[in-house]
């Protein structure tokens, strides 16, 4: 039998969607972007994510079990031991916040029973043994300063949640009130991106007194991609329905895009964003 979208994500045909997100996030958790099998692990979790899609996938299941659509089964991947996923992206060391220091024994010398004298350590031998504490001392203050999992953790929450909320700002726009859109995407983004997002919103305005286009952003579902103290990929799902003086209707589209968070005083800002439309 053919695998199907349920069977690439591990979950039963009448998983909730809560259960599919997080069966999709694990999925990917250890994937990089370019990897062929994360492009359709995306796909499957946007159409069972997706009410209308979904159902009409599980139609096409129940009419044509034969024309499935065919996807590779998972390969089986390793249990993730906790905390947050440190990519590329991983700016504060290892992350670990203790070591434990076993001092040298300083045990005394032997006395010979048969003499009364006593035995020295060497000059040389001592300082070598006070180098290498010294030494020892100073890598357990840098790894007591490096941010801990559970900061890192709670960074990447903050992240992801920046990320939805920038999304949805950043690829909506109408073109009645174009200038105030641009502005307030643009309060969102470190000041380098902001400069690759002007020149695109420049096209945006001079194609606005014809093509007249109303676009607002809905989020569907995100995770993390990679994740660092101060830096943070996260992928989201969006539908995009946009309406233009051609049309009586909206159009959906069905986008999803990578941004590059980074944290900035309290904050956390949009440093890049990649988009890709997804078909269907």
């Given amino acids: 039998?053919?695998?199907t979208w349920y069977d690439l994500l591990g979950v039963e045909p009448d998983a909730s969607a809560d259960e599919i997100r997080a069966a999709w996030k694990a999925a990917i958790a250890d994937l990089d972007p370019t990897h062929h099998r994360f492009?359709?692990?995306?796909?499957?979790?946007?159409?069972?994510?997706?009410t209308d899609r979904r159902a009409a996938y599980d139609a096409s299941l129940e009419s044509e079990p034969d024309s499935q659509t065919r996807v590779t089964p998972p390969l089986t991947r390793p249990k993730r031991t906790g905390g947050a996923k440190r990519g590329r992206f991983v700016s504060g060391g290892s992350g670990e916040t203790e070591a434990q220091l076993?001092?040298?024994d300083e045990t005394?010398?032997?006395?010979?029973?048969?003499?009364?004298?006593?035995?020295?350590i060497p000059a040389w031998l001592l300082a070598a043994l006070a180098a290498v504490v010294a030494v020892l001392l100073?890598?357990?203050?840098y790894l007591v300063t490096q941010p801990s999992d559970d900061s890192i953790a709670s960074s990447t929450t903050e992240a992801q949640g920046a990320a939805?909320?920038?999304?949805?700002?950043?690829?909506?726009y109408d073109y009645r009130h174009l200038d105030e859109d641009q502005k307030a995407a643009g309060a969102l983004m470190t000041p380098a991106y902001k400069k690759k997002y002007d020149a695109l919103f420049t096209q945006i305005a001079a194609n606005a007194p014809s093509v007249k286009a109303i676009v607002t952003v809905q989020l569907v579902a995100s995770a993390i991609v990679r994740a660092g103290e101060d830096r943070v990929q996260v992928l989201v799902f969006v539908?995009?329905?946009?309406?233009?003086?051609d049309k009586t209707e909206p159009e959906i589209y069905r986008d999803q895009a990578v941004l590059t968070m980074v944290e900035s005083g309290d904050g956390w800002l949009v440093d890049n964003m990649d988009t890709n439309q997804l078909a269907g």
Avoid: K, W
Wanted: aromatic letters at 0%.
């Fill in 239 to 245: 539908n995009r329905p946009t309406l233009r003086a």
């Fill in 39 to 50: 492009r359709t692990l995306n796909e499957a979790a946007e159409v069972l994510l997706d």
């Fill in 138 to 141: 100073a890598m357990a203050g």
């Fill in 1 to 3: 039998m053919t695998p």
């Fill in 102 to 104: 076993e001092a040298p």
């Fill in 108 to 120: 005394q010398p032997e006395q010979d029973s048969r003499t009364t004298d006593r035995r020295t």
């Fill in 164 to 172: 939805e909320r920038a999304v949805t700002t950043i690829l909506a």
